[in-house]
């Protein structure tokens, strides 16, 4: 993990997961320098909703994603999030959570489990987690940096040995079903299962995931390439050497430097960008450029043009 961030880890015990851009309670961003510097998303939500969001003011009232990294050395527990429509297992503050993973490094025994395999109903995965034997209804493959995968809210999945970039809906929610016999170093316990909930809310009838296939939008002067679109955000992966357009007008980005460093430019000033360093281009800004030194390659995330009303209304 220390590898991929500019800035230094706290402690000496392995960190599982990075959180760069978090409007959560618990772990809240802040403003890193300027006139804002120590100012949290919620607070800068609350008082400049339209400089902030543009379009898209009004519809939330938190920033509707999350952005992290993840090291997973040991097996991510089998799980499965819910997704909007499911409100009576959504608590309070949350919304339904779809994700989506870029794949930044892979170890030997390397797996991305996504989806179900053919045949495995809802009595098939039962069965199979009464007699430990869930990861042979888990369709899975082997990761290579730069995959793209598109977790959306209901899909069964689990990770091991893999460092990811990860974009989600803004929540809290996991329901898990297999947690591969582990047992919590703290506790000397087992962890908990939701096999009820996660149960009500898996996608039956969707089959294996594979990695995405990129839309490449552009190769001059940078290859642009559209990983992810959904209802709930976008996934561009920008790579090259020469200044390119990032941002867009009346809407906020969020820019993840994945390798390389560059600055950004705005009205007159420089923004310097380096390897795991994330921005929020807020959408008062509009535009800007970024001008590479050398080689970089990032990630632009979006949010849709505006939610419908039942989105609106589970985020509020």
């Not at 952005?67 to 999030?81: P, R």
């Not at 899909?155 to 297999?178: A, I």
Request: aromatic residues 6%; charged residues 20%.
């Amino acid at each position: 993990m220390n590898s991929l961030l500019s800035a230094p880890l706290p402690g000496s015990g392995p960190i599982g997961e990075a959180w760069l851009l978090s409007d959560r309670d618990d772990h809240p961003s802040v403003v890193a320098d300027g006139p804002l510097e120590g100012q949290t998303i919620a607070r800068l939500l609350e008082q400049s909703p339209e400089q902030l969001l543009g379009q898209l003011a009004g519809h939330f009232s938190r920033f509707p994603l999350l952005l992290k990294f993840l090291d997973v050395s040991e097996s991510l527990s089998v799980q499965v999030h819910p997704s909007d429509a499911y409100k009576d297992l959504i608590p309070a503050g949350n919304t339904g959570k779809s994700e989506a993973w870029v794949v930044l490094q892979e170890g030997p025994e390397a797996r991305i489990y996504a989806g179900l395999r053919p045949f495995t109903t809802a009595a098939v995965l039962r069965q199979a987690i009464g007699d430990g034997a869930v990861a042979a209804r888990l369709a899975s493959f082997a990761p290579k940096p730069g995959d793209s995968v598109f977790v959306q809210a209901g899909t069964v999945h689990s990770l091991r040995d893999v460092v990811v970039f990860e974009v989600q809906q803004n929540s809290d929610v996991t329901f898990r079903l297999y947690d591969w016999e582990h047992v919590d170093p703290r506790t000397g316990q087992r962890r908990p299962l939701q096999v009820d909930q996660a149960m009500a809310c898996i996608d039956f009838e969707q089959g294996a995931i594979d990695p995405v296939t990129p839309l490449v939008q552009e190769t001059k002067p940078v290859l642009r390439e559209r990983l992810v679109y959904c209802e709930h955000f976008g996934m561009t992966r920008i790579s090259g050497r020469f200044p390119f357009v990032v941002g867009a007008a009346g809407m906020p980005r969020a820019l993840v430097c994945l390798t390389g460093s560059g600055d950004l430019e705005h009205a007159g000033t420089r923004y310097s960008l380096a390897r795991g360093d994330v921005v929020l281009l807020p959408a008062v800004v509009g535009a800007c450029s970024c001008r590479p030194h050398g080689v970089i390659s990032l990630l632009e995330i979006s949010l849709p043009a505006a939610p419908s009303r039942d989105q609106a209304a589970c985020c509020l």
